[in-house]
């Protein structure tokens, strides 16, 4: 499987002879399993017709900054969201240089400040252009910011002259993206994550449960695998497929979850409790369906489940444990308290007042606590929140 495969692509096209390879690039993303977005700017439009990437890509081109159409569906903010990358190929010396000062006043140059995911970008110019020294300090400044540069390559150019400048082929390009996501940060480990709800039976049909989607701990889950682990997923049940290159297991009450990660522990360098554990669950699920009697009200005693992450967590030896709290105030005071009851190395706190994210949306906020410090990462999709979470956590691991 490549690592492109389910990714989210923001393909950004700017002005220049190299926009008809772009083409290509959507092709060979897609080749590989990865959903294509295309951005132009005014100028690339000179150079190649956005319906010709939009029948390549499949998915309509986005072109204009202020469409109110596109605001409703997809507008800038929403795409920042949405890219796992932004590449920008062809990249021209214009754009680097509206890049590196920050400018927003195309859908492009909007996205890229908006976004929190990495940015690649793919120059292609003159020689002359790109040896020019504000190309350069540009292309610095851009570096210091984390924005990656694939290429250029050397060769004869469309204008006559030889030398750096040409943008890499779309193969070329293709690959680097796909390494984008290797990042090796884990490599070695082995990473067990619980997700999703529990289900506590009643009886034969009915059942005590939760609204967990399960969507944050198959983020982690697939992140973790991105970053180089081999990775266990611990699941109750959702409607999620789970990623590929992910050993599974599924179970349904917090009993088998419970059990099913001390089994892991084993082989579990790192434990991340991202399930919605059922707290309790009914003393007895009956054997037959229970009936409607005449009584109006009805009792269920219910009996405490073990805490799965605080059993991890005191166990010997013990994996690098990463607790989950979702909280509807005094958040990051319950967090801290739950990292020390439940002898966690980090907890992820979570307000779940704020309805646009946590446990359905796609999106998530979150500040990630430990003993010495916490960091707050702003709302951003769940993939990219587990991305950060992943990173911060190889950072924990190797500051040991
Ligand atoms: O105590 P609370 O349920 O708020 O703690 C949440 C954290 O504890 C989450 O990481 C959750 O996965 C974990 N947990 C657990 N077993 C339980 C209850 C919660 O692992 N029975």
Not at 297 to 302: A, D, K, R
């Amino acid at each position: 499987m490549s690592s492109l495969t389910n990714k989210q692509i923001v393909l950004g096209v700017t002005g220049g002879i190299a926009a008809y390879k772009s083409a290509e690039i959507i092709r060979r993303l897609q080749d590989r399993g990865a959903t294509v977005r295309v951005v132009m700017t005014r100028a690339a439009q000179e150079f190649i017709t956005p319906l010709t990437m939009q029948a390549l890509s499949g998915n309509p081109v986005h072109v204009d900054l202020l469409d109110t159409e596109a605001e409703m569906g997809m507008g800038h903010i929403e795409l920042a969201r949405w890219a796992d990358l932004i590449i920008v190929a062809p990249a021209s010396a214009n754009f680097i240089a509206r890049l590196a000062s920050g400018r927003s006043d195309d859908l492009l140059g909007a996205i890229c400040l908006a976004t929190q995911a990495p940015i690649a970008i793919a120059p292609a110019m003159n020689q002359g252009m790109w040896h020019n020294q504000s190309t350069q300090e540009n292309l610095t400044t851009l570096q210091e910011r984390g924005v990656v540069q694939f290429g250029p390559a050397a060769g004869s150019q469309a204008c006559g002259d030889v030398g750096l400048g040409r943008m890499l082929e779309p193969g070329e390009i293709v690959e680097l993206a796909a390494k984008q996501f290797q990042s090796g940060l884990l490599a070695g480990k082995r990473v067990v994550i619980t997700a999703g709800p529990t289900r506590e039976p009643l009886d034969p049909v009915r059942y005590l449960s939760n609204h967990s989607s399960g969507k944050m701990g198959y983020a982690v889950a697939e992140a973790a695998m991105e970053a180089g682990a081999r990775v266990l997923l611990i699941t109750g049940p959702t409607n999620l497929r789970p990623p590929e290159r992910v050993e599974v297991k599924q179970v349904t009450t917090a009993e088998e979850m419970y059990q099913a990660s001390l089994a892991a522990l084993d082989d579990c360098d790192v434990f991340i409790a991202s399930a919605a554990v059922a707290d309790y669950r009914p003393r007895q699920a009956a054997e037959q369906k229970l009936k409607k009697g005449t009584q109006e009200t009805m009792t269920i005693e219910l009996v405490k489940n073990p805490d799965i992450v605080s059993a991890v967590a005191a166990a010997s030896p013990k994996p690098f444990t990463v607790g989950f709290s979702a909280e509807t105030e005094k958040l990051l005071e319950h967090a801290r308290d739950k990292l020390q009851r439940k002898g966690l190395d980090l907890i992820v706190a979570n307000d779940v007042s704020d309805t646009s994210i946590g446990f359905n949306s796609e999106d998530n906020a979150a500040t990630l606590i430990w003993a010495e410090g916490e960091s707050a990462l702003t709302k951003r999709s769940k993939r990219q929140l587990a991305r950060d979470l992943t990173g911060h956590i190889a950072g924990m691991l190797a500051g040991r």
